[in-house]
Every structure is written in structure tokens, then in C-alpha cells.
């Protein structure tokens, strides 16, 4: 009887040793955290993300409409220049001011300035006039291409500051919770507030850099249309010149 207690107490004492050690001996399995989802890093940057979503949606509305206004057809129409090059060959200046008027081109506005100075001076209109008038709307209409691409820079501008503001508004968040909230579990809140900061930071540059890719695109791409437009306006207003000292040389001639 005393043998058969012994050896239950045994065996109480060494079961739960061996099932210790054979849970010591096992492999221990590696933490896989789940990766957040788009919805949690949003929740995780607060409202400050809100405008730097805003941002993202206006700087793309904006890359597309100047793919499809800033086009070398929209600005320097080859058409619109080898038709006002044959009238002016022909001396039909009152079929170039029709032509300006319809073709809305800021190559037509130029133009259109110069014969709007001949037309303003009548027979005393010389040549520094038209001249003069067609180089302030040139200067006119390449200040306004400028400012168009200028909204991207102030994308590029802007939407940092929003993500720096989040991050120093998390930062707070964590510092304010472990020096105010002794009860709660300071790795928490500090880490709540890390990820706030880190979530606006990142947000904030993935709207920046491809902000700062396409002004960079733009600013050679409207560079480049601006030199092609003064070139091509020299040319017709100085044809232009041509033309109309040809008329006053030709009593007769219809202008």
C-alpha cells in the first residue's frame, strides 16, 4: 500500500517535469506579425492625411490636364504658322487677324497683338510698334504657361510640411500619453504616436516626389515650347513687317 502511494506521488511530481521539459525542447515558432492594411496606416496618420490625400488627387488631376493642354499643337501650331506664312506670302493680312481669332493658339495671340498695333496706329504704324506690342504678349503668354506648372512646385512644397506637422502632432501624442497616463502601458502609447508620425512623414513625401518628377518634366517641356514660340513669332512678325511695308509701297494692295 505504502509502495503503491509512493509511487503515485512520483508519478504526480515527474509528469508535469517531463511535459515541461518536452515544451523546453520544441522549436520555437518565429512571430510573423500581419502586415497593416491601407486603411490601418490611414487610421494610423490621423486626420492630417486628409489633406495630403486632397494633394495627392489634385497634384494627378493636374499632371494629366497639362499632358493634354501643354502639347507642342497646343501652343506652337505648325499649321496655324505655315497658313499665316502663305497669307502673309500674299499680302492677305485681313485673312491672318480672322485666322488669329479663331485659332485661340498663344503663337495667334502674339501675332494678333502686332496687328492689332498696325491697325491701332493706321498708316503711321512702324515697325518698333508692331514689334513692341508682339514682345509684351509673347512675355504675356510665356508668364502664363509658367504659372500653370507653378501649382506642382507648391504641391512639392506644401505637402511636406502637412507630413513634418503630422509627425510633430504624433510625437506629442506619444510624449503627452507617457507623461499624463501613469496606468497605461507606456510602450503602447509611445508607439502610437511613432507610427502617427512615421505614417504623415512617409504620406507626405510619396506626394512630394513624384510632384517634384513631373514640375521637374514640365519645366524643360515648357522651357522648350517657349523658345520654339519666340522663334516662331519672330519669324511671322517679321514677315509681317515685310508685308505691311510691301502694301504701303503698293497703293491698291488690299490689306
Given amino acids: ?34 502586415g497593416m492594411s491601407l486603411w490601418e496606416i490611414v487610421k494610423a ?7 495630403l490625400v486632397l494633394l495627392s488627387v489634385i497634384g494627378l488631376a493636374m499632371v494629366v490636364y497639362y499632358f493634354l493642354t501643354l502639347r507642342r499643337e497646343k501652343i506652337v501650331d505648325p499649321d496655324f504658322i505655315e497658313g499665316c506664312r502663305r497669307l502673309l506670302r500674299d499680302k492677305r493680312l485681313d485673312r491672318i487677324e480672322t485666322l488669329c481669332n479663331s485659332s485661340g493658339r498663344p503663337i495667334a495671340s502674339v501675332l494678333r497683338a502686332a496687328l492689332d498695333a498696325r491697325v491701332a496706329r493706321g498708316p503711321a504704324a512702324d515697325t518698333l510698334a508692331m514689334r513692341e506690342a508682339a514682345e509684351a504678349e509673347g512675355e504675356r503668354q510665356t508668364a502664363a504657361l509658367w504659372d500653370q506648372i507653378h501649382y506642382l512646385m507648391d504641391i512639392v512644397v506644401v505637402a511636406p510640411m502637412i507630413g513634418l506637422l503630422g509627425t510633430v502632432i504624433g510625437m506629442i501624442r506619444s510624449f503627452s500619453g507617457l507623461a499624463l497616463d501613469i496606468s497605461a502601458a507606456k510602450p503602447i502609447l509611445l508607439a502610437q504616436g511613432v507610427s502617427q508620425a512615421l505614417t504623415c512623414t512617409a504620406m507626405g513625401l510619396c506626394v512630394a516626389i513624384p510632384a517634384a518628377i513631373f514640375y521637374a518634366y514640365f519645366r524643360g517641356h515648357v522651357n522648350k515650347l517657349t523658345l520654339e514660340m519666340e522663334a ?12 505691311d511695308a510691301a502694301i504701303k509701297q503698293t497703293p491698291g494692295t488690299p490689306s
Wanted: aromatic residues 6%; charged residues 15%; proline residues 9%.
Fill in 232 to 243: 516662331a513669332s519672330t519669324d511671322l512678325v517679321n514677315r509681317l513687317v515685310a508685308a
Fill in 45 to 51: 496618420g490621423g486626420w492630417v492625411l486628409a489633406p
Fill in 1 to 34: 500500500m505504502k509502495i503503491t502511494k509512493a509511487v503515485g506521488a512520483l508519478t504526480t511530481l515527474v509528469l508535469p517535469m517531463t511535459v515541461w521539459a518536452q515544451e523546453a525542447a520544441a522549436p520555437l515558432k518565429p512571430y510573423t506579425p500581419e
